[in-house]
């Protein structure tokens, strides 16, 4: 039995992983069927390049809201750059995007290497701290994930184009700051590499309902077992895909 004083950590860290969901499971069948799988990472570590630097310059970490602006600003350079590159290096993009993902943590690592909070604000970075996200912090990313999925429903065709990558570093550079950038990479890929092969016609549903369980099945692991709450996720989300896969046939007769 869950005390309330549990139950109050675990909500809005379950609301977070439902805001994160929302956007990330259309975005992450779009990653998947450009077959660039690795943009997640690399525009995520580029967003959090971007906050290192607003956090490690003091000119810029005392202007208003940094924290949010400079992580977006380079997610969305990012995104330019890469495409860019779709249209002039096809044939090599997911290499170049790999090698991006791979210059921009290196550059984190350097960046912080004499900074004394550095280890945390990076593992931070990386595996999130969903438990302590409180309410307060959940409404402007629900606000803009809401404008996001307006946006695809008015015009679908946004995810074939350009605009794909700038919606894209937008919720990214949210979903960084709450989740981690483990967590943003296994929400954009692992339910939409769940229903990747089925057809029927609750594939989305049963997308998100993959995303639903993993959060919460994860979330309530960490919390009874003292478990990293980022990788716990990761893991049931993996599970929860897996399984799926596996009985797919199953229910594939079933939802008929």
Known sequence: MFDLDLLSILL????????VLSTH??????????????????IAQVAALGAIIAHTNHDIEHLPFSGVWMPALFALLGAGFIAWLSKRMAEELEAIIGCFYVLSAVAAMLLLSNDPHGAEMLKQLMSGQILWVN?????????????????????????EGAGFYLLFALVITLS???????LVFSSLILPALAVNKYLGKAKW???YLVGIVGYGVGLVLSASFDLPSGA?????????????????????????
């Open 12 to 19: 809005p860290a379950f609301a977070a992983g439902i805001l």
């Open 25 to 42: 499971v259309l975005l992450g069948s779009q990653v998947l069927k450009r077959g660039i799988i690795f943009i997640d990472l690399a």
């Open 135 to 159: 309410w307060s912090q959940l409404l402007f990313p629900a606000i803009v994930s809401f404008l996001v999925l307006l946006t695809i429903a008015w015009k679908p065709s946004l995810l």
């Open 176 to 182: 960084v700051e709450l989740v981690g950038v483990y």
């Open 205 to 207: 549903a049963i997308a």
């Open 232 to 256: 716990a996720i990761v893991a049931t989300l993996a599970l929860t895909a897996v399984a799926f896969r596996l009985l797919q046939p199953k229910l594939a007769k079933v939802l008929a």
